[in-house]
């Protein structure tokens, strides 16, 4: 293989924001406590705005100026308040103590995995690899899609269902949902950044139900349950 | 204008300054430590009174120890002395002996006098310094996948795996510098330099405390001036390790174009001020987190592992 040229600014800096999103999706199996994995859903949501102003820059789109001032507000700013009220509201069934960590947004969920966090780690890289080599062999090519974002959103994807099916509570599962959007809006945006606003928006209003659906499931398993692990859903098994 | 050296010379200057620089370097670093935990600490050339010190003083052998566990801290200083030979410390271009060796003879060489050192600690028969020995080679194990994989994104971003190949293309274009195979490869062997030097995640380098020892429990049972060329060698394994990192990834400016006087002269100013500040960098990372359990270094090794492998992943993809 020959020498590699250095990319464009553009490409570059896409291609940049997009590993970015990759590691905090990747970050996600570490966290151990809620808050800390509601603040990196943040984190990752304020890289795919910064993408879209980047795009919007580079490629003269002025209405997706719109769509990052709406995806931050939406995905930084109000979808992590909901979360945490959530979390706050969950303290009512336990003890002061759960309550009092509830209420700080300090609730335990390390452990949760089902697998020790380095193998999961390593069959999330394999996934990635799928995904990375599947977009690949496609060899699309254009001169205003940069060649690593778009595998990089395929991913995103798949570490969310990874991280959705190996973790056992219901909050990571939500947020691995949820950042699985993320991958989606990283993909639309390098794709087809030209795509309608309004359609755009209709995709974060659907985000909106989810996170709503998300947390009427989350308050009626805790209410069942007592707890926000879906280990013992298991025994439900036909 | 100042007078051309000869090649010879400055390939000399290139190992004595690493040799003579090294205990300066963990001296500043203890000194900004110490500043950040709200201590005076050491004065910055307190190393070298240490090693002078050490120097001075009996050598001593546990009873039934080999010839190998005198011979080790000799060999293990004089592969340590090695590597400055292959790696750019002061010049941009190669010297006569530079392309002995490419990255991996230098990680060979580099392993070797770690497998000196756990070779004389086993022989020692201490069961601390055995712990030590067992646990460097088995955690060297683990963070080796990831070490190659740094080695693979050099690869492919040059086609070459001499380290000066990959500092002239990171010159060559400010594109390269940010381009994320790059900035990938540099944090991991970033995480990999945190965790050989002895800092997070788990090690205390300073401390005498079991939980965390891995290098420092090695040279247990040396004294003397055996323990003097322990202490010298792993200074020197950090200060080349930085000038790893500094001079082929992340900020490979200020080595000297020409063999000319004036010019080496900055290039050693100009590396030991990278070092300095490299060193800084490492002592706030390393007093702001959390030591992890020992058995917790997979993650940590998992994570640079991970750093790498993407690397290699947007460079095959083209992404660069």
């Known amino acids: 293989m020959s020498a590699v040229a250095a990319p464009s600014v553009y490409s570059g800096g896409a291609s940049v924001i997009a590993v970015g999103v990759l590691l905090a999706e990747f970050g996600m199996f570490r966290q151990a406590l809620l808050r800390d994995q509601v603040r990196l859903y943040a984190a990752q949501s304020g890289l795919i705005s910064a993408l879209a102003v980047l795009v919007a820059a580079a490629r003269q789109l002025p209405e997706l100026y719109v769509l990052a001032a709406l995806s931050a507000g939406l995905k930084v700013v109000i979808v992590p308040i909901v979360l945490r009220r959530l979390l706050r509201g969950l303290g009512h069934g336990g003890d002061g103590a759960q309550q009092d960590q509830a209420a700080h947004g300090w609730t335990e969920i390390a452990g949760s995995g089902s697998l020790s966090l380095a193998s999961t780690i390593l069959l999330a890289i394999a996934v990635a690899a799928f995904g990375f080599f599947s977009v690949g062999a496609l060899r699309i090519a254009s001169p205003v899609l940069p060649p690593t974002a778009l595998a990089i959103s395929v991913s995103v994807a798949l570490v969310a269902f990874v991280l959705m099916i190996m973790r056992r509570d219901v909050a990571s599962q939500a947020i691995g949902f949820l950042s699985l959007e993320n991958g989606i809006s990283l993909a639309a945006l390098v794709v087809a950044a030209g795509m309608p606003l309004i359609l755009e928006v209709a995709f974060l209003f659907d985000l909106l139900v989810a996170v709503v659906v998300f947390e009427l499931l989350i308050r009626l398993h805790h209410g069942r349950a007592e707890s926000l692990s879906t280990a013992d859903l298991t025994s439900l098994r036909g | 204008m100042s007078p051309n050296l000869p090649m010879p ?306 460079l095959y993809l083209g992404g660069g």
């Open chain 2, 9 to 314: 010379l400055i390939q000399v200057l290139q190992v004595m300054t690493v040799a003579v620089a090294a205990p300066g370097v963990s001296g500043v670093i203890a000194r900004v430590e110490a500043r950040l935990q709200g201590r005076t600490g050491p004065r910055v050339a307190q190393p070298y009174y240490d090693l002078a010190k050490l120097l001075r003083k009996e050598a001593l052998a546990p009873e039934g120890a080999s010839w190998v566990f005198l011979a080790a801290p000799l060999g293990a200083a004089a592969c340590y002395l090695t590597v400055p030979l292959l790696i750019p410390v002061l010049t941009t271009f190669g010297l006569p002996l530079g392309y002995m060796g490419d990255i991996l003879g230098g990680g060979f060489i580099l392993s070797l006098a770690s497998f000196l050192v756990a070779v004389a600690a086993l022989d020692s028969g201490s069961p601390y310094a055995q712990l030590g020995a067992s646990r460097a080679k088995t955690f060297a194990a683990i963070t080796e996948p990831a070490v190659l994989f740094v080695i693979f994104v050099v690869a492919l971003v040059t086609s070459t795996d001499l380290p000066y190949a990959l500092a002239a293309t990171v010159r060559s274009s400010s594109g390269q510098i940010a381009a994320p195979a790059h900035l990938l490869a540099a944090a991991a062997l970033f995480m990999v330099i945190l965790y050989e030097t002895g800092r997070i995640p788990v090690e205390t380098h300073t401390g005498t405390n079991e939980f965390g020892m891995i290098e420092e429990a090695r040279p247990f049972e040396h004294s003397g001036p055996h323990l003097a060329l322990l202490k010298w060698g792993s200074s020197m394994k950090q200060l080349i390790l930085y000038t790893i990192l500094l001079n082929v990834f992340v900020a490979p400016w200020g080595l000297a174009a020409t063999p000319r006087a004036a010019a080496v002269g900055l290039a050693i100013i100009a590396l030991l001020g990278k070092a300095a500040a490299a060193g800084t960098v490492v002592a706030v990372i390393d007093n702001s987190f959390a030591k992890l359990r020992l058995f917790k270094i997979t993650e940590f090794a998992a994570a640079a592992f991970l750093l790498a492998v993407l690397g290699v992943f947007t």
